[in-house]
């Protein structure tokens, strides 16, 4: 059993903190609401435009048309009533709140056609420097280069995405590999500031369900996010290259990772705040895999996670790394999540059979390590490669305070930096956690206070090569 203690507090740019365990934590910025974007009273409704709800024809015309319509005359408030709606890609302006109320459900188009970028919709595309054939899609709800949106209400987006989630795995069954996550996100933003999603229900994306790239002061509030936990590769929110992200009091239930910070431009993913969160099935409010670009500025205070694979992760690997620093999570509780804590300078799939995961294991570059999920890791007697700035994964700076990990887990967490730059200043404040097997840690230097880790066997920490570990 561990119990250790940090000292001092800290005092960085995003927080204010006490001296001891008094923490008064902060954002230092304030979330986005309807009052702070005035959008105009005008109201578009888009049944005025000729939208039918018959589930079967398609009503793109009529909400595009209130959109445009609505954003011509300055902005307003685009109602979409109850009902079954259809559409295709629909493109979002400025001034514009797009109102779906209780009952609406707006369904996204099936079919992969729909989604691929002519060339006077390629602005709205992503970019393949961020995700590899991203020029290739585009979303179903796009904005670019636009200012003072909402997509407010309580009726419901469904991505319908089974039916491209299918031909993906049929290809990847037929290539015997995974290969690039190729089909459309739901919700893209990118160049654009001022935007709020709040109440709304985003389900069933063909991908990533709420993705947004350069964006300033972005809120979403009060959502629920969801899809199976089968459906691979469908992060509920995916803050990349962004700036005054706050995300709160939203429900999220997902194949994947819950929240996916990346950064890939040097200097444009700071300042985050997370808090009051229900993250349900999923992999984790993450920091990665892209963190080549550095991200700074994260206080998430307040979440719940039940029954996940994972809870809090930062996790990069070599060629994709860069700085992760000043990070804060505050008043955390976790029941019955498999693996609660993952600080990971290794981030490579491993093999997806049994037999091959067992031969990689045994010979190679990875004989004598480890798997994580679908993660493989060395053993900690890996020689140091070349330290790269921007290339090499770097976290340091990282603070848990007041964490509590009940129920299942199957271990208490792992802490893995490199050789050649391990890991600086991960402290631990008042934590409980009960698990099966202990906190792995290499090449990193932690420090715990007040900490009791209850195991089922074996050690509660589990020293490797490289690990500086602080016992008061």
Not at 54 to 75: H, L, N, P, S
Not at 281 to 305: K, Q, W
């Amino acid at each position: 059993m561990c119990r250790l203690i940090i000292k001092n507090g800290l005092s960085i740019g995003l927080f204010s903190l006490t001296a001891s365990f008094g923490v008064l934590a902060s954002p230092s910025f304030s979330p986005i609401t309807l009052e702070k974007l005035n959008i105009p009273n005008k109201q578009c409704n888009v049944r005025d435009y000729g939208a039918e709800a018959t589930g079967i024809w398609y009503d793109t015309k009529a909400f595009q048309d209130a959109i445009d319509d609505c954003a011509q005359k300055g902005g307003g408030k685009v109602i979409v009533p109850a009902g079954y709606y259809l559409s295709e890609p629909l493109f979002l302006k400025s001034n514009i709140e797009f109102h779906l109320e209780k009952g609406a459900v707006l369904q996204a188009s099936a079919e992969e056609s729909a989604y691929h970028p002519t060339e006077e919709q390629q602005k709205w595309s992503g970019s393949s420097k961020l995700w590899p054939l991203a020029d290739k899609w585009i979303a179903f709800i796009n904005v670019a280069e636009e200012k003072n949106i909402a997509i407010t209400g309580e009726g419901i987006i469904d991505g319908q995405g089974s039916t491209l989630l299918e031909k993906y795995r049929a290809t990847t069954r037929k290539a015997g590999k995974k290969g690039p996550t190729n089909r459309p996100r739901l919700l893209f933003f990118k160049d654009s500031s001022n935007i709020l999603v709040e109440g709304v229900t985003i389900q069933n994306s063909p991908s990533f369900h709420v993705v947004f790239n350069n964006v300033e002061d972005i809120t979403i509030n009060k959502t629920t996010i969801s899809a199976p936990a089968w459906w691979q590769n469908t992060d509920a929110i995916d803050p990349m290259n962004s700036r005054r992200v706050s995300i709160t009091k939203n429900n999220i239930s997902v194949g994947d990772d819950h929240v996916a910070i990346k950064s890939t431009i040097s200097n444009l993913s700071h300042d985050f705040y997370i808090a009051e969160n229900n993250f349900m099935l999923g992999r984790g409010l993450s920091i990665g895999s892209e963190t080549n670009g550095g991200v700074s500025n994260l206080l998430a205070e307040n979440n719940t996670f039940t029954d996940a694979m994972y809870g809090i992760r930062i996790k990069s690997p070599r060629g994709k790394g860069g700085e992760v620093k000043d990070i804060q999570y505050n008043t955390t509780t976790m029941i019955n999540v498999k693996t609660p804590i993952v600080l990971s300078a290794y981030y490579k799939g491993g093999p997806t059979t049994k037999d091959a995961r067992i031969k990689a294991l045994q010979e190679g570059e990875f004989a004598g390590g480890f798997m994580l999920g679908d993660q493989i890791y060395p053993a900690d007697n890996e020689q140091p490669k070349e330290y790269k700035e921007n290339e090499t994964p770097y976290f340091n700076n990282i603070s848990f305070n007041n964490l509590t990990v009940k129920g299942k887990s199957n271990y208490a967490g792992f802490i893995i930096g490199t050789p050649e730059k391990p890991f600086d200043n991960i402290k631990f404040s008042n934590i409980n956690i009960e698990s099966e097997s202990g906190f792995k840690i290499r090449n990193a230097s932690v420090e715990f206070s007040k900490t009791v880790i209850k195991v089922e066997k074996g050690s509660d920490i589990i020293k490797e090569k490289g690990s500086q570990i602080t016992n008061q």
